[in-house]
């Protein structure tokens, strides 16, 4: 056999070999490399994570780690892990998985309804990476409080109830920073000149905001409700709202937990700064996360005479309305006699 023959024989079984060696990496590199049976799973990467870290995170997902290791290798991911959320789909292969975990997916962080920071930390804490304690402790930090005009009574007045897309391993400054920002787009001039036109600041109308809240879930009445407390604050007489005496009772007895329905004569002389029956203005902060609704109901109040009311027995979540001490005296006892008989004593 000559040599020519020889070289070919040779070169043909290189390149054989080496489209084999070539098929099957391409094979470990692109196909299928997931096991978990749903259509779509969420891989969280903490922060500061290293390569090892991102194996254990992966393990229950991947069906092989080492094609997966090899393509990472490859790809020079393991010199260059991202921290974030990342979405693995079925059917993944090697190759698509490192180049989802370079994909960082923005969650759809949402909160309303929350009574006080502390509850507002733990429910964005549950969502991001931030842990609760570290956001309470950056919402109250001094130095931002002074810097945005805002102190620890008030602060949760500084946020916008809303769904924002953020990334999950946000920081806790980046996501208060991120809230400050959404504060001021949200007070822009003609939000601001509605307050002034109402005699408040943003806070000011965040914390009545928070009463009317309060007072009740039916959307409609929130601005007749409005006008009430706007009208008793300009005869400068108490607000006597029952929700202010509902929150001091749980800050006094630092217990938040507790469900109380009804108000009595001895909780109204209670001394506490939220309490608006001893006091005249507005309390020292929200005693809640107004919605959007009950914001615009300050910024748009209803025009009324109406200076008092109580809830409705006829129209349940409604309220009655009156202009005057004595009508109001008819509407308040047909109210106390059908809840004494709904046997209702907290």
């Not at 309060?214 to 009430?228: F, L, N, Q, T, W």
Request: charged share 25%; net charge neutral.
């Amino acid at each position: 056999m000559n040599t020519k023959k020889i070289i070919s024989i040779v070169s043909v079984v290189l390149i054989s070999g080496l489209m084999i060696y070539g098929m099957i990496l391409l094979k470990q590199i692109f196909s299928a490399n997931t096991k978990f049976p749903e259509q779509e799973v969420y891989v969280y990467v903490p922060t500061d994570s290293k390569y090892e870290d991102v194996k254990k995170i992966l393990s229950p997902y991947v069906e092989n780690l080492e094609r997966f290791e090899l393509v990472a290798s490859k790809r020079g991911y393991i010199e260059n892990v991202i921290p974030g959320r990342f979405l693995l789909t079925k059917g993944m292969s090697s190759y698509d998985l490192v180049k989802t975990l370079r994909l960082n997916s923005a969650v759809k962080l949402a909160f309303n309804n929350q009574e006080r920071i502390e509850n507002l930390a733990g429910r964005v804490g549950s969502q991001i990476e931030a842990d609760s304690l570290v956001l309470l402790n950056t919402f109250k930090d001094s130095v931002f409080l002074q810097e945005n005009g805002f102190n620890e009574e008030n602060i949760l007045a500084m946020f916008i109830p809303n769904t924002y897309e953020i990334y999950w391993n946000t920081t806790a400054e980046k996501f208060r920073d991120k809230m400050i920002k959404e504060y001021r787009n949200f007070w822009n001039e003609e939000r601001t000149a509605k307050a002034k036109a109402q005699g408040l600041t943003p806070v000011e109308a965040t914390i009545l905001a928070s009463i009317v809240h309060k007072e009740s879930v039916k959307k409609d009445e929130r601005p007749r409700i409005a006008g009430v407390y706007l009208n008793r604050l300009k005869l400068e007489m108490p607000l006597q709202a029952d929700p202010t005496v509902i929150f001091a009772m749980k800050k006094k007895a630092n217990d938040f937990n507790q469900v109380i329905k009804r108000v009595f004569y001895n909780d109204l002389t209670m001394p506490h700064p939220y309490n608006t029956y001893m006091n005249v203005g507005l309390p020292p902060g929200p005693i809640a996360m107004p919605d959007i609704t009950a914001l615009e109901a300050v910024l748009n109040p209803e025009k009324n005479d109406f200076i008092y009311f109580c809830a409705s027995v006829d129209r349940f979540g409604y309220h009655e309305f009156a202009a005057t001490l004595p009508e109001h005296n008819v509407n308040a006892k047909k109210y106390s006699d059908w809840i004494n008989n709904q046997g209702v004593v907290r």
